[in-house]
């Protein structure tokens, strides 16, 4: 009896150092990342600058980020403010959608046609979806909003985003920009949507037809889940509740070693955030994710490279910093606002005040 107790807890013992072992090594990995994205932060266009000091000052509330911060809020400004003086009637929303589709024209790859087939129907969606409300929702997230949002509401008002967030088409094109704008409207209080776009894109990705979606279509599919994931935590500010969204992480957890084969390591990593974001940090889902994406960093560059083996610093960066949160997982913070951080917005940008 007391043989067996022994070796009980020896096998504890040598499990438990192999985990601390194992998050040590993740932990590392993450730093090594961290060390490659910001000694050269400040070279990254506006919006992958906000994007990674936005996600990393959430997980971490330090103030070393405020200036990444700064030049998000630069930026969503100076597009509401392009838009409230001079993208807001019919015509003019007509001729910028029509230049933002053009960009599609000639790109081969199916993501691009898929986008322009779907949108050149209804091109106002570029400029609704696609800019206008990313920026009035980042405004709104930090505590903010533009001068003229009450003409920039009425600008959303004329349009109905139940056409766009119900599509089947567009939701083969846009499944995970469609989850955010869902919540993004929610989040304004404009139209809600959130339930139709959900029950549209399961009826468009029904589980049965997975084998037969193209890798292009099946990391469509895992995008769009994980991103109503992320859009419900407002974008790692809050927990979220694993039974509002019961059969994403149930389909997950049943088809998480075919992800790991056909998915992108952006998408992986979407994948065991996820499971974090709803407290679930020692799931199965979350092990197996991290030892994925551990193995795919590049140690002599100290970042993921593309699945083309591609290490471009700028195009690199979603990945990388998803590849950061998921190996040294912090917490939500929600965070940060105009009114609970205010020095870091000690002055704002023009056009911006506070909501």
Known sequence: MRRTFSLLLLGFSLSHTAFADTSAAYQESADLIKQTYEQNLYTLPAFKE?????????????????????SDLARVA??????????????????????????YIGDDDERSIRRFNATKH????????????GSMARANEYGLKHKQ???????????????????????????????????????LGEQDVVDQCIDSFRKTYPDAIDKKLSPQQYGNKLYGMTHIIFADSNYYQKQVNEQDHQWIYDYFRQN???????????????????????GLDNDPVVAKTRKAINKA???QQGMIPSVTGDFDFSHG???NVLAIMLLDWQQVNQAPTYQKQPEIFTRLPYGLEPK
Do not use: C
Request: hydrophobic share 40%.
């Open 50 to 70: 906000g994007h990674y000091g936005l996600r990393m000052y959430r997980q971490t509330l330090d103030s070393k980020y405020s200036a990444a911060i700064w």
């Open 78 to 103: 100076s597009r509401l403010n392009h838009f409230a003086a001079e993208v807001n009637t019919p015509e003019s929303i007509y001729i910028y959608s029509e230049g933002r589709l053009s960009g």
């Open 122 to 133: 209804m091109p106002e969606y570029l400029y609704l979806g696609v800019d206008l409300l």
């Open 149 to 187: 949002d009450q003409k920039l509401r009425e600008v959303i008002r004329r349009y109905d985003f139940a056409r766009y967030a119900t599509d089947p088409e567009m939701i083969r094109a846009w499944a995970a920009q469609l989850a955010n704008q869902v919540y993004w409207l929610r989040q």
């Open 256 to 278: 998480i070693d075919q992800i790991l084969l056909r998915a992108k390591e952006d998408v992986i990593a979407e994948v065991g955030l996820s499971f974090l974001l709803a």
């Open 297 to 299: 960093i590049d140690k």
């Open 317 to 319: 960066e979603h990945r």
